[in-house]
């Protein structure tokens, strides 16, 4: 789930770059790039979604105790320590 994670993140920051370009740079003046930028925008809403969905699923898990942390096999009690 990491991987998906640092591939939303990329193509999140290239689409930003698009629409950035397309509002301060000199997107807007070729075709082609402003296609690519339309295209852009929808994938940031996109991407924005799925990222939130895949770290929700992430904290679910944890709290339901499929967390990394809860699957160790050391046993930690609570009190004080000799």
């Given at each position: 789930?990491?991987f998906?994670?640092?591939?939303?993140r990329?193509l999140?920051?290239?689409?930003?770059?698009f629409?950035?370009?397309y509002v301060?740079?000199?997107?807007?003046?070729?075709?082609?790039?402003t296609?690519?930028?339309?295209v852009?925008?929808?994938?940031?809403?996109?991407?924005?979604?799925a990222?939130?969905?895949?770290?929700?699923i992430?904290?679910f898990e944890?709290?339901?105790?499929?967390?990394h942390?809860?699957q160790?096999?050391t046993?930690y009690?609570?009190?004080?320590?000799t």
């Open positions: 789930m990491g998906g994670i640092i591939i939303i990329i999140f920051i290239t689409c930003m770059v629409i950035i370009g301060f740079g000199g997107f807007s003046k070729k075709s082609a790039l296609s690519i930028t339309k852009a925008a929808i994938l940031v809403i996109i991407l924005f979604v990222t939130n969905m895949l770290f929700m992430n904290r944890y709290f339901r105790g499929k967390g942390r809860r160790c096999d046993v009690s609570r009190g004080k320590h």
